[in-house]
C-alpha cells in the first residue's frame, strides 16, 4: 500500500463528495448573482479583517462582533448566499470529521 497514493483517493473523494459538489454549486449560484456576490464579498472581507485583528491579538469590540452578527443575518436572508453558508457548513463539517480521523492517528503514534 502507498500512502501517497490513499492521500490523493481520499482527496479526490472529498472532491466528489455530495457536499464538495453542493458547495461548487452553490458557490457559483452565488457568483453568478451580482448583489449576491457583492453581499457576500463585503461580508468576508469585514470577516477577514476582524481576524487579522485577532491573530494580531486585538480582541474585537463587542460593538464590532455585533455589527458581524446583525450582518450575517442580513446577508443568510438572500437564499443563495444562505444556500452557500450552509454547503460551506456542511463541507467544514466533513473536512474537520477526516482531520479529526487523521489527528487521532497520528496522537496513537506517538502516545
Known amino acids: 500500500m502507498n500512502i501517497y497514493d490513499k ?3 481520499l482527496a479526490k473523494a472529498l472532491k466528489e463528495s455530495e457536499e464538495a459538489m453542493l458547495l461548487k454549486a452553490a458557490k457559483q449560484e452565488a457568483d453568478a448573482d451580482p448583489d449576491a456576490k457583492a453581499m457576500l464579498d463585503d461580508f468576508r472581507e ?45 463541507f467544514a463539517v466533513v473536512f474537520e470529521d477526516v482531520n479529526r480521523i487523521m489527528s487521532d492517528v497520528l496522537k496513537s503514534i506517538v502516545d
Do not use: H
Not at 491573530?55 to 458581524?68: H, I, L, T, V
Not at 443563495?80 to 456542511?90: N, S, Y
Open 7 to 9: 492521500a490523493y483517493e
Open 46 to 90: 469585514r470577516q477577514n479583517f476582524l481576524q487579522q485583528k485577532m491573530m494580531a491579538g486585538e480582541e474585537p469590540s463587542a460593538e464590532d462582533m455585533e455589527k458581524m452578527s446583525k450582518l450575517y443575518e442580513v446577508i443568510t436572508l438572500n437564499p443563495l448566499i444562505g444556500k452557500l453558508l450552509e454547503a460551506e457548513r456542511r
